[in-house]
């Protein structure tokens, strides 16, 4: 059983940078892929970005953040950060953290392989 614990969400303006975290409890977390995913008001959920867990530490970012957004992992602290900059207001939404074991490449980006989830923190763009 893995928790998730989000923070780090709030304001920003257009241009602007947050850096959200996602702590996690459980001895076996390093075997985890992480990944964040939002859902903007009015709209489904989407991915952001991955990391794979057991030493593969690769990372995948949906093509929206790419080179904007940086997923970093610390094992020994049980964190995933998420570095936004150059915030925009289309990235306004609630983040979550998830987390699962097994998951394939090509299921990386479906929410519905992920069996552990955080609450979600809010991140506002606007000027």
């Known amino acids: 059983q893995v928790q998730l614990v989000e923070s780090g969400g709030g304001f920003a303006q257009p241009g602007g940078s947050l850096r959200l975290s996602c702590v996690a409890s459980g001895r076996t977390f390093r075997q985890y892929t992480v990944a964040w995913f939002r859902q903007a008001p009015g709209k489904e959920r989407e991915f952001v970005g991955a990391?794979?867990?057991?030493?593969?530490?690769?990372?995948h970012y949906a093509d929206s953040v790419k080179g904007r957004f940086a997923i970093s992992r610390d094992n020994a602290k049980n964190t995933v950060t998420l570095q936004m900059d150059r915030l925009n207001p289309e990235d306004t939404a609630l983040y979550f953290c998830?987390?699962?074991?097994?998951?394939?490449?090509?299921?990386?980006?479906?929410?519905?392989?992920?069996?552990?989830w955080g609450q979600g923190t809010r991140v506002t763009v606007s000027s």
């Open positions: 998830a987390a699962g074991q097994g998951i394939i490449l090509s299921n990386i980006r479906s929410e519905t392989a992920y069996a552990y």
């Open positions: 990391v794979r867990g057991s030493g593969g530490n690769t990372y």
